[in-house]
């Protein structure tokens, strides 16, 4: 098959007061090894939701249906959806790694960066001998162009500046060797400057290590940089994906053209909002989640969930003006 | 003529380094706003952009003396603020407000919309009877795009974009000339968000409003600025008219920010 990773109609359901939701509804995904898709969404989308699921680090009581294939060592496949305690500790930092928005948040702040990788290093390689994981660690930190390495291992996590923790992060979720990389906005909480050199970095790195990318993020700007292909998310389902160029230059649904358009630039003048809000979970329309918003709207869209329709080659979206 | 607004040589020092648990005497002086001069006219949005830690926001809430400067002048239409005595200054403040980057946190969760709106009104303008000042929220809340059944319920009810619209009202319903504006945008979907850009815009031409926008984000500022100034490590790289900023920046620091920015394809089909 060739897919690193093979998703289909995955679902995701989760107890509130008001009943179950599914923050996660019917998403169908592929990765190629050595790929990147960009994941893109609003707040409630269900994208972090999605990553959650993929990492086996869904809040108790989360209900999962569907499947999640991912390609293992020795050709064997193994689904995500399925696995014990036991069987995650084998994926989880081994074959996908996470970096999150806040790096400040998930590293220790009273351990040394060094230590920190070491950790990382020794739980998947736990006999590894004491002299091999020092250069381990330093070459982890080489990896993701920290400099000074040395320096910056025997470091706190407060010592570092915004973009040296994140390459320290990178470095820690990269030192496992994984195949593929979950990084949810990764650069929201970075300055324009710092954001360009980590999305050149993870787009190297991604290069060179044949490693699978789902970059997760709010940021059309952002995906255009570092996505080969990209998924829009919206109330929980995705909406449209298709390869990068043609997702950005000739978006098919509404909502995308809504969001492209709402996206400020350099450009002046140009702006347009999309009307209303993302609807809540628990009052899900009966049919296309975003007809209420959406300008092009007919009888039709109210009656059931659009299936997904081509347009092109690969590319393809759930509207029914297709 | 008199200039509405102007910055002259206004500087903040902090200590570096300090805090509770720094040894004594620890950490050398250093300018989080160093030597800022800026005219800004009438009706006029004026942005300041810079990264994480340049002092836009000290400077901002300078203007405002929400942070007192150690130097410089702060002319509001001839008037030196920093020479005003408190209570001169709350007469002045009315005429000057902030509106910020958090929408849920910039609300006191505990007070009812309505309340929070009209709380202006009941500081400075003691003589309206409660129902007055309702009345006036009710009706401001309504220009900026909530119900008036948002009178009597509570912030955590409200989206983000919503709460942004909360704040607004509550700056706007003393009609101030000056509006400063930190990041309003910025925690707000990318959808929402436009919408509030595009509100601003409406409620200046409406409302006559004079902005101070500051932004790290440079694609938010130019859907709004008439004048961009660029601010690096506590001073001004440079400043002027927001096209000329934005299409023949001077400074090398404003041409690595422009740089920078992400974009996204387009084609002109949209």
Redesign the interface.
């Known amino acids: 098959m060739g897919e690193l990773l093979n998703i289909h109609s995955l679902t995701v359901e989760l107890p509130t007061a008001a009943g179950w939701v599914r923050p996660v509804n019917e998403v169908s995904l592929r990765i190629a090894p050595g790929e990147a898709l960009g994941l893109v969404g609003?707040?409630g989308s269900g994208k972090t939701m999605l990553s959650l699921a993929l990492m086996g680090l869904l809040p108790p009581g989360a209900r999962v249906t569907g499947e999640a294939f991912l390609a293992s060592d020795q050709g064997q496949q193994k689904d995500l959806t399925n696995l014990s305690e036991q069987e995650w500790r084998d994926v989880r930092g081994r074959e996908i790694a996470m970096i999150f928005q806040e790096p400040m948040t998930s590293l220790n702040p009273v351990l040394r960066i060094g230590t920190q990788i070491e950790e990382a290093i020794w739980a998947h390689e736990p006999g590894l001998a004491r002299h091999l994981v020092d250069r381990r660690v330093i070459a982890a930190l080489e990896h993701a162009a920290v400099p000074e390495p040395e320096l910056r291992a025997h470091q706190f996590p407060h010592q570092l500046s915004?973009g040296l923790r994140q390459r320290a992060m990178i470095a820690m979720a990269l030192a496992a060797r994984p195949k593929l990389l979950i990084a949810d906005e990764p650069t929201t909480a970075l300055?324009?400057?710092v954001?360009?050199q980590i999305?050149e970095l993870l787009d190297r790195l991604r290069r060179d290590m044949e490693l699978g990318l789902l970059f997760i993020t709010?940021?059309?700007?952002?995906v255009?940089?570092v996505a080969e292909r990209i998924a829009v998310m919206y109330a929980g389902r995705i909406v449209e994906q298709g390869p990068a160029?043609d997702v950005?230059?000739?978006?098919l649904h509404p909502y995308t053209?809504?969001?492209?358009?709402?996206?400020?630039?350099?450009?002046?003048?140009k702006?347009?909002?999309?009307?209303g809000?993302?609807p809540q979970l628990t009052q899900l329309p009966p049919g296309c989640a975003f007809a209420p918003r959406c300008q092009y709207r007919r009888g039709e869209c109210e009656r059931g969930v659009p299936e997904f329709r081509p347009a092109q080659s690969g590319h393809s979206a759930r509207c029914v003006l297709l | 003529m008199i200039p509405f607004l102007e910055v002259r040589n206004l500087r903040k020092y902090y200590q570096k380094g300090g805090g509770i648990l720094a040894p004594a005497g620890k950490g050398e002086r250093f300018a989080a706003v160093d030597d800022v001069s800026f005219f800004v006219a009438q009706g006029e949005t004026f942005a300041i952009v810079g990264e994480s830690g340049c002092g836009k926001t000290t400077l901002a809430r300078m203007l405002l003396r929400l942070i007192e400067p150690d130097e410089g002048h702060v002319f509001f239409e001839g008037t030196d603020l920093l020479t005003l005595s408190p209570k001169k200054m709350r007469e002045y403040r009315r005429q000057m407000q902030m509106i910020f980057q958090d929408p849920f946190a910039s609300l006191n969760p505990r007070m009812k919309v309505g309340e929070i709106v009209a709380e202006p009104l009941a500081i400075h303008e003691p003589k309206l009877q409660r129902s007055e000042r309702l009345a006036k929220a009710g009706k401001i809340l309504e220009r900026v795009g909530l119900d008036k059944d948002a009178l009597a319920r509570y912030p955590h009810e409200f989206s983000g974009g919503q709460r942004q619209r909360i704040g607004l009202a509550r700056a706007l319903i003393l009609r101030p000339k000056l509006v400063v504006a930190d990041e309003p945008v910025s925690a707000l979907d990318v959808s929402v968000g436009a919408q509030v850009l595009l509100l601003l815009r409406e409620l200046q031409a409406e409302f006559g409003l004079t902005y101070i926008f500051i932004s790290h984000s440079l694609p938010v500022v130019a859907q709004l600025a008439t004048h961009i100034a660029v601010m690096r490590a506590g001073q001004l790289v440079e400043f002027g008219p927001a096209d000329l900023i934005l299409t023949e920046p001077t400074a090398d620091y404003t041409m690595e920010l422009l740089a920078a920015v992400p974009q996204v394809p387009r084609d002109p089909v949209l």
């Open positions: 609003e707040s915004g300055d324009v400057t954001q360009k999305l709010h940021d059309l700007g952002v255009a940089k160029a950005l230059r000739q978006p053209q809504g969001l492209l358009a709402a996206s400020p630039t350099l450009e002046r003048g702006l347009r909002p999309i009307p809000a993302v």
